[in-house]
């Protein structure tokens, strides 16, 4: 991977306003709504709506970087940098990586917002695994974001994106608790990334979990080996045609 090239990506990306808007801005104020609706006078319920809206805000901010793959695969530039001595797996790793970049933002300011301005209080491993953890568990998200850039196209992308997203955060318990699913809809929740995400930092603010960390970073490898296969074997397809 270019180092220089991963800079000039994060650069461009940072100057979109969409990326100030969805991937600082929202998660933001979705925790904040969240709380105000459904935590009023609860403490106790403001750590897992923090949690939630950091996993929203960081599996967002990953995917967001398909949007930015299919503008260059209709404007040619993909094709422009196979002429170069960039490599393949170089292009789509600083793609991926700028993904993990645009995750920082949320998975950063949301709990800062908990704790400064919600009370929220936890301890030095916890703030760890709500914070790094997920962040961590976001390159699944960045892959799938490069598999939709592959195979949508300019107009396209931004829909499939947002089919993508809001399901994901729906059924894997991001939005809603878990609990409250009926339990063929758990079955579900329980195959998909976000479900796996949203595992690794509740761990941190409850104890009444039903999976433990290794079975989450199990799932999230799985997913990440999966969807990275298949981003490859795309790009080489689409290489193929040049």
Known sequence: MSRKFLILEIRRVLRAPRFLIFTVAFPVLMFLLYVGIFARGDQDAVAP???????????????FVGTRVAVERKAGWQR?????????????????????????????LVPLVGALTQGVSLGAGSWLRVTLGVWLAAIPFALIGLLIG????????????QLVMLPMALLGGIFIPVEAMPHWLLQISHVLPSYWM??????AVTTD????????????AVWTMAIGVAVVRRYRKDSARV
């Open 49 to 63: 709506l923090m949690v939630g809206m950091t996993s929203f805000g960081a599996m967002s901010a990953a995917l």
């Open 209 to 220: 979990l039903t999976t433990s960390l290794g079975q989450d970073v199990l799932w999230l």
């Open 80 to 108: 422009q940098l196979r002429l170069t001595p960039l490599s393949g797996g170089g292009y789509l790793t600083a793609k991926a990586a700028t993904g993990l970049t645009l995750a920082l933002a949320p998975v950063i």
């Open 198 to 203: 949203a595992q690794v930092g509740r761990g």
């Open 150 to 161: 592959q195979v949508g196209t300019a107009d396209s992308v931004q829909p499939i994106t």
